[in-house]
């Protein structure tokens, strides 16, 4: 990248510490449980462009980040610097404002009007624009980018509309992914295979729509012709909410077809037995494992011996009985048996030991999993420091988190974030809380709304009504809608307060914002796509 121009704005950033050293070297593209990703590992992949170290990107997304002007689509702060752009810099720059809607809606379209020596908007620029907005349910704009897309000559992918139709499941409107899912065809110019189709499917049973997907798999099932990822994945959206009569009919169905299940099918349904079934008091307990068994046995006789995933679903159930001893018996049992442990293995069996108050015994598991060369996950510190927030172990809960950053074992999740938050908030050591909030403003998950939301209401308890109106108005400048508690929390401690005059600013100022959500993207001259 070359900058031509220097002025302050170029010696103000020069002191800013790089930020794709403190991401995570991808970007996730599902988040859904180990079961239901082991049904569908030959399905269609949503591969989106992933992060890599780029100091120009760092500084771009600076500027855009801290000059961005809300009521004016693109300031001046980019067009001063005449930036030569790649196309795998306007991609990582993208990449580092997805948590920020509109500043990367402004700047893709001012992307649009600049001259290159490559074409600097290829279907995976995009695609993740269309997952941003997908995200934050703009779903209208998003339409229009696949529309101009097609007119630009780029061809729209399997993947763009795979983006568009989980963002729609996740937003709960199913009906219009099965309806993209049909204008696939017309898009991308080329026959909608089995793999699209599996896709579609396990979408919406992953999110807990079993009963669309059943509908759908029936009237389709002439066109694509059923196997055993269909019916599994079936029989998981059946189990994910809880009807396990419904996914024992699907799996005597395959078999009377004649497609014989496999592991990942019976996994799928111990899955089922096991991890929504009550376990208090000790007879469901018995009454869960004695089901387990008997999915077990249909196992065996049917030539098919249980593998890691099957011995951890029943570490799961150990673990949520709080049955400690039990946990490490079955995890020595594995490894008599030749079965290696993952790190879902300990981490179940670590969340037993700290929810059960062996915090030492836990400890030790924790180092025994690094010596055996399994990396604990980000949920492997949240047991930790669930049990340490309930023990106000503060100390040890801030000596983990540094320990966490520090070995570069795992970057931590926006839970761990929350949890943290949580509980130095209550404990009110506000510097070490604003230490975190940094971290998670620069960390590859970023705040969410639920992380504005504890920490709005964490100073309204403490009566900080001033950092409390600065995140508010940070929120809703990143297009986060505050949830109706928060307003009304707010908004009574205000007025107790005697600071109407406040309260009725921030209001002009979100109705403010609000029209500049929607007017901001009257820059794209095209058409709606009526759905």
């Not at 120009?56 to 001063?80: G, R, V, Y």
């Not at 047991?383 to 966490?404: D, T, V």
């Not at 970023?446 to 600065?470: F, M, N, R, V």
Request: aromatic share 10%.
């Amino acid at each position: 990248m070359a900058i031509r121009s220097v002025t302050s704005l170029d010696i103000s950033l020069r002191f800013v510490p790089s930020i794709s050293s403190r991401f995570a070297s991808s970007f996730s593209a599902q988040e859904h449980d180990t079961v239901s990703d082991s049904a569908d590992h030959e399905q269609l992949r949503i591969d989106l462009p992933t992060l890599q170290h780029s100091t120009d990107a760092d500084t771009l997304a600076q500027i855009l980040l801290l000059h961005h002007n809300p009521f004016h689509a693109m300031e001046s702060s980019l067009q001063l610097q005449g930036i030569a752009f790649s196309s795998n810099l306007f991609q990582q720059t993208l990449l580092r404002l997805r948590h920020n809607s509109k500043i990367a809606v402004s700047f893709f379209h001012y992307s649009l009007s600049l001259p290159s020596d490559e074409p600097l908007h290829s279907s995976a620029s995009y695609n993740l624009l269309i997952d941003i907005l997908g995200k934050v349910r703009q779903f209208d704009l998003a339409w229009q980018l696949i529309i101009l897309m097609d007119q630009r000559k780029i061809a729209p992918t399997s993947v763009t509309f795979a983006i568009m139709i989980r963002r729609l499941i996740a937003a709960g409107l199913t009906r219009q992914a099965i309806r993209a899912f049909d204008d696939m065809e017309i898009f991308v110019k080329e026959k909608v295979d089995v793999d699209a189709f599996c896709f579609l499917l396990d979408t919406l049973c992953k999110y807990g729509y079993p009963k669309v997907a059943d509908e759908i798999f029936n009237q389709r099932k002439w066109t694509f012709s059923p196997n055993v990822r269909m019916y599994t994945i079936l029989i998981y959206g059946w189990c994910k909410i809880n009807r396990i009569d419904r996914a024992e009919r699907f799996l005597r169905e395959m078999i009377a077809k004649g497609i014989e299940p496999n592991v990942v099918t019976y996994n799928v349904i111990l899955n089922g037995v096991c991890r929504k079934s009550s376990l208090h008091p000790e007879w469901r307990f018995e009454r869960t494992i004695w089901e387990a068994e008997k999915v077990f046995d249909e196992m065996r006789k049917r030539g098919i011996e249980p593998d890691v995933m099957s011995f951890n679903i029943l570490l799961h159930v150990y673990s949520r009985a709080h049955k400690p001893q039990l946990t490490l018996d079955k995890l020595n049992l594995m490894k008599q048996m030749g079965i290696s442990p993952t790190v879902a293995t300990y981490t179940s069996v670590i969340k037993c030991l700290c929810s059960c108050g062996r915090l030492e015994d836990a400890e030790a598991l924790l180092e025994e999993m690094t010596r055996n060369g399994v990396s604990p996950s980000a949920a492997t510190y949240n047991s930790f420091f669930k049990e340490y927030r309930g023990r106000n172990y503060s100390e040890n809960a801030l000596k983990l988190y540094r320990r966490m950053k520090e070995e570069g074992l795992c970057s931590p999740s926006l839970n761990s974030y929350n949890i943290l938050l949580s509980m130095f908030m209550k404990l009110n050591q506000m510097e070490v809380v604003k230490e975190i909030w940094d971290e998670m403003k620069v960390s590859d998950t970023g705040p969410d709304l639920d992380s504005y939301t504890l920490l709005i209401h964490g100073l309204c308890e403490k009566k900080k009504w001033k950092e409390a109106c600065q995140f508010f108005v940070e929120m809703i400048e990143k297009g986060l809608l505050p949830q109706k508690v928060t307003f009304e929390t707010l908004y009574r401690g205000l007025i107790q307060s005697d600071k109407l005059r406040t309260w009725r600013r921030l209001q002009k100022r979100l109705d403010e914002e609000s029209i500049t959500f929607r007017s901001e993207f009257q820059n794209y001259h095209l058409k709606p796509y009526r759905r």
